[in-house]
């Protein structure tokens, strides 16, 4: 019986982003920090999925260690924005590009130059997002999702964080930073693989509580 899920995310931007989306599911989100624990944890995959799958895993590990694991599903996410120009940089180094200390107006700002003279069409960009999540029994899921959009010629908007100001959403005429929490949930990458993974989560809960149980655990993307 699933009671909680606890997200690896120490970002509280990202954080208040999850609890909206998953708050239907009527179970208790939690951060890492509001279970207490801190986990450093080198994220080298070579994929979204890999490194949320390395985050999910290494938080479970240590509440399996302290047998605070039970009706618990270990959620992590892995993001970045891939910038067509720059042969899709900064992709999955995203969080490390010019530095994890840098802040976000010196690395937008940087972007921004670096895409000087590019006119309209060759500025697309796309935020992507892969969900892990490992279920008390041990089985793993991910989910993908994915906001194709165009890079700005200034930072605009306050809302959202990290690379939100220079990403412009053509449908809506405005950075992810100028819209509302509820617009940008609706139609971000992370919404997207976030509802995926709600999708998955109860085909997989109600599929183990049917005849059918072992063929749930197949279902793994
Ligand atoms: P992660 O925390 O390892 O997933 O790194 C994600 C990186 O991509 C961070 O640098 C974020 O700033 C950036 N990023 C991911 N999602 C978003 C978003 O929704 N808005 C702005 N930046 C984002």
Not at 158 to 187: C, M, Q, W
Request: hydrophobic share 35%.
């Amino acid at each position: 019986m699933i009671k909680r899920i606890v997200f690896a995310t120490g970002n509280a931007g990202k954080m208040k982003e999850i609890r909206a989306i998953l708050a239907d599911l009527g179970l208790e989100v939690l951060s890492m920090k509001d279970v207490g624990v801190s986990a450093d944890i080198e994220e080298d995959g070579s994929t979204y999925e890999e490194n949320a799958l390395i985050k999910s895993r290494a938080v479970a590990a240590g509440l399996r260690k302290d047998g605070r694991l039970e009706g618990t599903v270990v959620m992590a996410d892995d993001s970045g924005l891939e910038i067509d120009f720059l042969n899709r940089e900064p992709g999955v180094y995203s969080a490390r590009y010019m530095g994890e200390d840098t802040s976000y107006r010196i690395k937008n700002a940087n972007l921004i130059e670096r895409l000087e003279g590019v006119e309209d069409e060759r500025r697309g960009a796309r935020f992507v997002c892969a969900i892990a999540a490992v279920l008390p029994d041990g089985h793993e899921l991910t989910s993908r999702g994915v906001i194709e959009g165009r890079i700005g010629y200034e930072e605009k908007g306050e809302n959202g964080f990290g690379y939100d100001p220079i990403f412009y959403v053509p449908e809506f005429g405005r950075t992810t930073a100028e819209l509302t929490e509820a617009e940008k949930n609706r139609v971000s990458h992370r919404g997207h693989a976030l509802r995926l993974m709600k999708e998955q989560l109860k085909e997989f809960t109600e599929g183990k509580n049917s005849p059918r149980s072992g063929e749930a655990g197949e279902r793994i993307s």
